[in-house]
């Protein structure tokens, strides 16, 4: 075994924000799914990480029981579960240490969002020398209002602002920041095969 694949924050919490209805990706569960599938067909281990923020009573406060995998992904026995206060999955993790035991080079990348918690464990995983591919099309993310928007306004205002950054930049810019540099960028289809009918 020497790749695992990551599976970041595909969490109920995000279902339960107004921005839900925005998803770049509604089908990230199936996605996911089928880069579960593939990993263990091939012996990979399969990593899950779950990102919390305690004591704030939002949907990432694990007093809420929103801290939990979305329906439809299950870990399997053996398969770690992580819960992270950073962006990236390594700093608040041991999961630097379950791979180096495990002597895990090659990392898989997929989850929510693409331009945070992926991107920067992506970036982060890079810079420590292990080589990484990036699913995009196994990755979801969410438009992002301009920095000089004021707070508070409801979402719907939030998307018709022209100045908010849409899904597909917000992709594209992460594919070009990352591809050459800290990863490669893959499909699903390129790890898990074609689905049957496709």
């Not at 990593?47 to 979305?70: A, Q, S, Y």
């Amino acid at each position: 075994m020497q790749r695992a694949l990551l599976v970041i924050d595909i969490q109920e919490s995000f279902r339960q924000m107004p921005r839900w209805q925005a998803v770049s990706n509604p089908a990230i569960v199936e996605r996911a799914g089928r880069l579960v599938g593939a990993a263990r067909e091939r012996g990979d281990l399969v990593v899950w990480i779950l990102h919390t923020e305690p004591g704030t009573g939002n949907p990432f406060d694990p007093v809420t029981g929103h801290v939990r995998l979305m329906d439809g992904l299950d870990p399997e026995e053996g398969e770690p579960v992580l819960t992270k206060t950073s962006r990236n999955s390594f700093t608040t993790t041991g999961l630097q240490r379950i791979l180096t035991e495990r002597g895990i080079r090659e990392l898989v990348v997929c989850g929510i969002q693409t331009e945070q918690c992926c991107e920067t464990t992506a970036r982060v995983a890079g810079d420590l020398g292990y080589d990484v591919t990036f699913v995009t099309d196994a990755t979801a993310t969410f438009p992002i209002p301009h920095r000089d928007a004021p707070a508070g306004r409801d979402y719907a205002e939030v998307l018709a602002d022209p100045r908010t950054l849409g899904v597909r930049e917000i992709v594209e810019r992460t594919e070009y920041a990352l591809a050459g540099r800290f990863a490669t960028i893959a499909s699903v289809d390129d790890l898990a095969g074609r689905p049957v009918g496709a």
